[in-house]
């Protein structure tokens, strides 16, 4: 009786060891098979000349969605659950936390709870191994000047030397000269790069981001990795040739551009889905090698829109979850990010 279980026991461990022995090997397997994540390839990334380049000095070509305003129908989907959906269904390389700053329960009212938002995703990005803008969503940043530098502190105190971060520091100015976007973007550069010394920094233009043109005749200097974002909304009949020449000049005078918002549908969020005219615009951001964010997540009843009202705020959205704009995104997105 006491051999057999003494030989019971020698099994018993001996099955222990062969799975102590196979359990890594089983994980070392699994870990190869997965596909190395956007960060891991391309590493941290800067501007050369006008190019935005990789750490093998290539064009990253990064592409994602825009969460909304951190506000209203948007402010639901600022959660980790919603950037793995889109990491994992969607494929997104990069994703966009567009914090509302000046409407009522934004930054300027409510700090912590936006910080709170803005962490959310932030961090699960950078866990997911993705690249992530913070994105300062306002319209009057000049005006907010002191606030603006004491959240862009925060920020690079928090995510200095994290290659997935990048600052976009004004979202759309509308009516403000260059020069107006251009002092205040020179006072924010300034206190980054007192803490972050390498990760891009994205400048704002005049009119809605389509002004590159203005500013690349007079650009930033004295900083590093500096980019200008550029804005269109593919189905505008005033977003088309002209637009494009716009930018088109503004790189040939030397400056790079980064699309942090784009859409499919009008510049008002609604009007046509034009696939015509959004396949000409999507054929100009891959001749260009330029990288890109849609407009947006949200669930309300607008073409620019990628969910349906009702949509689960934690992601796992099926076809009859998401728009005709969505459907197009996800598609495409997962035909260039393959």
């Keep these: 009786m006491l051999e057999d279980q003494i030989l019971l026991r020698l099994f018993d461990m001996r099955n222990v060891f062969r799975i102590l022995t196979i359990v890594p090997i089983l994980l070392a397997i699994v870990t190869l098979a997965q596909p190395p994540r956007p960060v891991e390839v391309n590493g941290p990334l800067k501007v050369i000349g006008n190019i935005l380049v990789n750490k093998e000095g290539l064009p990253p070509q990064l592409r994602g969605i825009s969460l909304s305003w951190s506000l209203w129908a948007g402010k639901k989907y600022y959660n980790p659950a919603v950037v793995n959906w889109l990491t994992k269904d969607f494929k997104i390389t990069l994703i966009r936390a567009s914090m509302g700053v000046q409407p009522d329960q934004g930054y ?34 000049e005006k907010h000047l002191d606030a603006s530098k004491a959240f862009f502190t925060n920020m690079a105190q928090k995510y200095a030397g994290i290659p997935n971060v990048i600052y976009e520091i004004f979202n759309e100015p509308v009516h403000q000269s260059w020069q107006v976007v251009k002092s205040y973007s020179e006072e924010v550069i300034k206190v980054i790069r007192k803490y972050d010394s390498q990760n891009v920094i994205v400048i704002g233009s005049p009119r809605w981001d389509q002004d590159v043109d203005i500013a690349a005749s007079d650009p930033i200097t004295g900083f590093d990795n500096l980019a200008y974002s550029f804005h269109f909304y593919a189905s505008d009949p005033n977003h088309q040739e002209k637009l494009r020449a716009k930018a088109e000049l503004a790189m040939n005078k030397g400056i790079a551009l980064f699309i942090t918002e784009c859409g499919v549908g009008e510049s008002n969020g609604n009007g046509e889905f034009n696939r015509g005219k959004t396949a000409v615009w999507m054929d100009w951001l891959e001749k260009n090698h330029l990288s890109w964010v849609v407009w947006h997540v949200t669930d309300k009843n607008e073409t620019t829109a990628i969910l349906l009202p009702g949509a689960s705020e934690k992601g796992e959205w099926k076809e009859n979850n998401l728009t005709e704009s969505g459907q197009y995104i996800r598609e495409k997105i997962r035909q260039l990010n393959k």
């Excluded at 912590?112 to 997911?128: H, R, Y």
Aim: glycine share 2%.
């Design 108 to 141: 300027l009212q409510n700090p912590d709870e936006q910080m709170k938002l803005m962490s959310s995703v932030i961090d699960q990005a950078i866990q997911n191994g993705i690249y992530v803008l913070i994105d300062w969503h306002d319209h009057n940043a």
